[in-house]
């Protein structure tokens, strides 16, 4: 069986923590801020993190086991 090709769009938007799981910046961070309201901005600065199958998966696109 042919070897399973990593997906760059994955490998630049998440990276990988030490317990395994994986790190990302929350979307709709570009433009047309002014509509939204100052929390909700702030909850956009936290990133996300993934576990269990989610990250199982995303590790296998980024070409790690």
Not at 13 to 18: N, P
Not at 30 to 38: D, F, Q
Not at 39 to 54: D, E, P, Q, V
């Amino acid at each position: 069986m042919p070897k399973m090709k990593s997906k760059g769009a994955v490998k630049k938007r998440f990276r990988r923590t030490k317990s395994g799981k994986l790190k990302s910046n929350r979307p709709s961070r570009g433009h047309m801020h002014a509509i939204r309201s100052a929390g909700a901005k702030r909850a956009k600065r936290r990133s996300i993190i993934t576990g269990g199958t989610w990250a199982k998966l995303l590790l296998r696109m980024m070409g790690g086991h």
